[in-house]
């Protein structure tokens, strides 16, 4: 055997050996919830517990690759739906966006909890965390910046003091620019609504008040669209 396949060997060896830790893990999310042990997680997946740490250093860092992983497949799933729609369809992007989102948490409710619950306890979220997490920000923003160059009009509000200051350091980190402040101020707000209702939804709020939950969130959404000058 040369030396190139047998690399190539070990190497997928590690890569399906990762894959099926993350598998076990996110088992034991959907049983556990986020507190997750590394020797039972090795246990389940059949290896010594010493032995994980050839792939995880820590409980952190398996807790970052399944979060880093979630985001993706939850952004993966928002911008295919949001593709779906027409590009002059603003309002239409915007559902089509959060749909792809509601779609993705409510087939995979533990990692959506993972994302948006209760933080886990002496976790902090590193940098490369950042960027997945991002993207489906950028897809709204992208849909409101899109929206303004099609002549949709602005909220005429005035934004002042460190808020301002803040805006536009979020408008330079997505590369937007062209979105008014005051719009991206309406932007974030909606983004918490949108995942506010979500959240009540996948989290049992509405139990007992609202039966028909798919009609509740269309609703919603128009608000938002309304909110968000997207219609019309």
């Known amino acids: 055997m040369t030396n190139a396949r047998a690399t190539g060997i070990r190497a997928r060896a590690r890569v399906e050996t990762t894959a099926r830790i993350k598998d076990v893990a996110r088992r ?34 398996l807790l970052t690759a399944l979060i880093v992983d979630a985001y993706e497949a939850l952004a993966d799933a928002a911008d295919a ?13 915007w ?3 959060a749909d792809g989102i509601r ?8 990692e959506y909890a993972l994302l948006y619950g209760s933080p886990v306890p002496g976790y902090a979220a590193p940098p490369a965390t950042i960027e997945p997490a991002s993207r ?4 709204m923003v992208t849909i409101l910046g899109d929206a303004v160059a099609a002549g949709r009009s602005v909220p005429d509000v005035e934004i002042g003091g460190p808020v301002a200051v803040e805006l536009r350091g979020v408008l330079a980190a997505l590369g937007s620019d062209d979105v008014p402040e005051a719009l991206l101020l309406r ?15 996948l989290f ?23 909110y968000l000058g997207l219609r019309g």
Not at 28 to 37: C, W
């Open 81 to 93: 739906a949001e593709a779906t729609a027409p590009r002059d369809d603003f309002a239409g992007r």
């Open 136 to 139: 489906p920000v950028v897809t």
């Open 204 to 226: 049992g709020r509405f139990q007992g008040a609202f039966e028909h939950k798919d009609d509740l969130w269309r609703q919603q959404l128009l608000l938002m669209t309304d």
């Open 187 to 201: 932007g974030l707000i909606a983004w918490e609504q949108l995942f506010g209702a979500l959240s009540f939804d």
């Open 103 to 110: 779609g993705w948490a409510v087939a995979h409710p533990h």
């Open 28 to 61: 034991h999310l959907a049983e556990h919830g986020a507190d997750l042990s590394l020797r039972a997680v090795a246990r389940d997946v059949g290896m010594v517990s010493s032995a994980v740490y050839r792939y995880f250093d820590s409980r952190d860092a």
């Open 95 to 97: 559902i089509a966006l």
